[in-house]
Each structure stands twice: as C-alpha cells, then as structure tokens.
C-alpha cells in the first residue's frame, strides 16, 4: 500500500526567503504525486501534480516539485515566499490502480515572518 | 456548478443523532471522494463513486457510515448514531477522470457534543 511521510510539522521562514518542504513517498511502482495547500477554514487547493515525464513540474503561485525515483521524493519549492503563503501544505501520492484513491501525508505547517 | 459545492459548511449536532453531508460535484464529474480530515491530520479517504456505484468504500471507519450517489451527480454521506470522535471535516472531492487530480469542496465541519 503507498504512504506518504512528511518530515517537517511546522517550518517557519522570512517573507522573500527561499522554501523547500519535503515529501517522500512509498509505493512499488511509478505513483501520481501532487501537491495541495489548505488555507485556514479553506478546502485544498491543488497546487501541481507530477504524472510521467519531465520530472520537474511547474504548478500555480510560483511553486515547483521535483520528482526523484531514486529517493522516493517529491520535494516542493519556492525561490520566494510571499506572506500569503502561509498555510498547510499536503503531499498526497495516487496508485495507477482502476481508480485513482489519493493517500494524504501528516501536513506541513507553513508560517512566514514579514 | 464551477465548483464541489459541500453543504451544510457547519453542523453541530448531539451525541447519538443522525447527520447528512451533502456534496455537489462539478458537473460531469463521474469520479466522487469523501475524505475525512481530523485536527492536524491529513485528509483521510472514506469512500470513492464511480457513477452510481461505490467502487471502494474500504476507507469507512465502521457501519454507521454510509454513502449514496443515486443518480451519479449529488452525493450524500450519511452517519447514524454519531460519536464524538465522529467530529471532523468531511471533505468531498470529484475528479473528471482517472488521475487528473481532484477539485476538493471546501468542506463540512462536524462537531458532536
């Protein structure tokens, strides 16, 4: 079965400064990847998704994850984080099964200081 | 509709009562979720729709929970005989097809007293 682990609860950084929140998944073979954000009493919002092929994936508010087999990772980044970009952030891994059920990682909480 | 559309927003509801959750997909939208989220958790899988019918609903906790998606558009999460631990954010999610991703509704907050 796929699992996702995210090692970071809560990461903390300064308005403009760079952002990279981990995410490493389990899963036998080649899993859909995605990436959400979950703003305080919000629904989650899909940020980027990582299928087949290039393995770096652009998504919307500036963001980009990199898909890397050999570590079992699908790292999100940011050169620079704006203020409302404070929120939780979920990786999630999809099996290519008959239906694609969605397994969500723990979160991250993301604060940023102006 | 534009959206998941997940009604009602809020529900507080006692101990042993029986709540419904409903859910609007985005129209035509055949894939249907339910995903349960506890305080500070990620969001848990309930149940999937194919259509009309349940094709995995291996993700519900226990009998009391139930879902329908009669017609294979609304979908109605149904929950007897609550329990405090029933206490969450049940969230909806439809998907036009197999891995595109879901559109997630913004969610139902149960709390039983």
């Known amino acids: 079965a796929q699992s996702v682990t995210q090692p970071d609860i809560h990461i903390t950084v300064s308005e403009g400064a760079s952002l990279e929140l981990r995410c490493n998944y389990s899963?036998?073979?080649?899993?859909?990847l995605f990436w959400y954000v979950q703003s305080p009493g919000q629904g989650l919002q899909l940020l980027l998704k990582?299928?087949?092929?290039?393995?770096l994936v652009q998504g919307i508010k500036g963001f980009e994850a990199e898909f890397k087999r050999s570590q079992s990772s699908f790292n999100l980044r940011k050169p620079s984080v704006h203020w409302s970009d404070a929120a939780e952030y979920f990786c999630?891994?999809?099996?290519?099964?008959?239906?694609?059920?969605?397994?969500f990682g723990p979160g991250t909480s993301l604060s940023v200081i102006p | 509709g534009a959206g998941v559309s997940q009604t009602p927003s809020n529900k507080v509801t006692e101990k042993g009562k029986y709540v419904e959750l409903r859910c609007d997909p985005i129209s035509g939208h055949t894939a249907l979720y339910w995903y349960r989220q506890s305080l500070g958790q990620g969001p848990e899988f309930l149940i999937y729709f194919q259509g009309t019918g349940a094709a995995d609903d291996s993700g519900l906790p226990n009998d009391r929970f139930f879902a329908v998606r009669p017609e294979g558009s609304v979908s109605t999460l149904k929950i007897q005989r609550t329990e405090r631990g029933d206490s969450a954010v049940y969230l909806c999610?439809?998907?036009?097809?197999?891995?595109?991703?879901?559109?997630f509704g913004s969610g139902t907050r149960l709390t039983v007293v």
């Open positions: 899963y036998g073979a080649t899993p859909y």
């Open positions: 990582y299928f087949s092929g290039d393995t």
């Open positions: 999610a439809s998907s036009p097809a197999q891995g595109v991703g879901y559109t």
């Open positions: 999630a891994v999809g099996a290519k099964t008959s239906y694609d059920q969605v397994i």
